[in-house]
């Protein structure tokens, strides 16, 4: 909502700028001596010609570089202020009220946008997770040595945040990723390695090692995204290139692919937007029981 509403600002920004450009049209075909007084007030707004058409192309910029947007901005600012200083035509009483509207809205833009927190809070716990073999358990089969893990990712504020870009690391085997989260997100499949035998076996449906992603297109204001992540710890499997007997594969209740179970350690790196400023969080989480 913010968004569209930043989006609004600059388009009115845009339309002040036809305005303007059509007074500096009406004002170089006139006399400044024959002006009359609205005449003069007209002239007057060509200031915001050059200054509105900036802040309109940082609208356009800003949803692609925030940086690029931001210096436009103050670029905006900078040359409004030396517009109003040399425009000796209109009152000093109207020039101070000017200079105070541009400082007030360059001010409210840096409190509020620029420089304004946007957090987010990441929390995390861990279950042994003992649950019976072959349960259903958030659309995973539950298998021996398997443990379960959850993370969460809050917007604690009153702003919504876009483009919620969440990867972790976990010093275990992935099993899968699924969302106990009723908010639409998805994970993106990436530079993931499974485990494989000495014979070169890949163990496809055993889990993955590396860094994992989830994307969100919406973050709301206090809402949370919760993960529920089943992990294994392989170990043993790794360190000794174990081979399963014949007729065994790598979800056998034998539990001769997970070793014991363990409490991971996680990594969270989380990249969001808010109002178009990009702010990025990374934190070790440090896994309840």
């Keep these: 909502m913010e968004d569209c509403a930043l989006r609004w600002v600059f388009v009115t920004l845009a339309i002040c700028n036809f305005l303007a450009q059509d007074s500096i049209l009406f ?32 609208g356009i910029v800003m949803p692609f570089s925030f940086t690029g947007a931001v210096i436009v901005i103050y670029a905006a600012y900078a040359i409004g202020l030396a517009l109003i200083y040399f425009q000796r035509t209109v009152p000093l009483v109207f020039r101070v009220i000017a200079t ?39 659309r995973f089969k539950w298998q021996e040595g398997m443990s379960e893990s959850r993370l969460n990712i809050r917007n604690p504020s009153y702003r919504d945040y876009s483009d919620v870009d969440i990867h972790f690391l976990t010093s275990d085997f992935v099993v899968g990723i699924s969302q106990t989260s009723g908010l639409p997100c998805r994970e993106i499949e990436e530079d993931v390695t499974p ?29 949370t995204v919760q993960l529920f992540i089943p992990v294994g710890n392989v170990d043993e499997f790794v360190k000794n290139h174990f081979v399963p007997p014949a007729g065994k594969n ?22 969001y937007k808010a109002l178009f400023k990009p702010s990025l969080k990374i934190e070790l989480v440090r896994l309840s029981e």
């Design 250 to 271: 790598a979800h056998s209740a034998s539990g001769m692919i997970f070793g014991e179970k363990r409490k991971p350690v996680v990594e969270v790196h989380v990249y």
């Design 100 to 138: 105070l509207a541009f400082t007030g809205g360059i001010g409210v833009f840096t409190c509020l946008v620029v420089v304004y927190d946007n957090p987010v809070e990441v929390s995390g716990s861990w279950y042994v997770a003992n649950y019976a073999l072959g349960a259903a358990v958030n």
């Design 27 to 58: 004002s170089s075909k006139t006399d400044r001596k024959k002006q009359t007084g609205q005449e003069r007030r007209w002239s007057y707004i060509r200031s915001l010609g050059l200054v509105s058409l900036l802040l309109a192309i940082a």
């Design 195 to 223: 485990p494989r035998d000495t014979l070169g076996t890949i163990f496809h449906s055993m889990g993955r090692t590396g860094s994992r992603r989830v994307w969100c297109d919406k973050l709301p204001a206090k809402s």
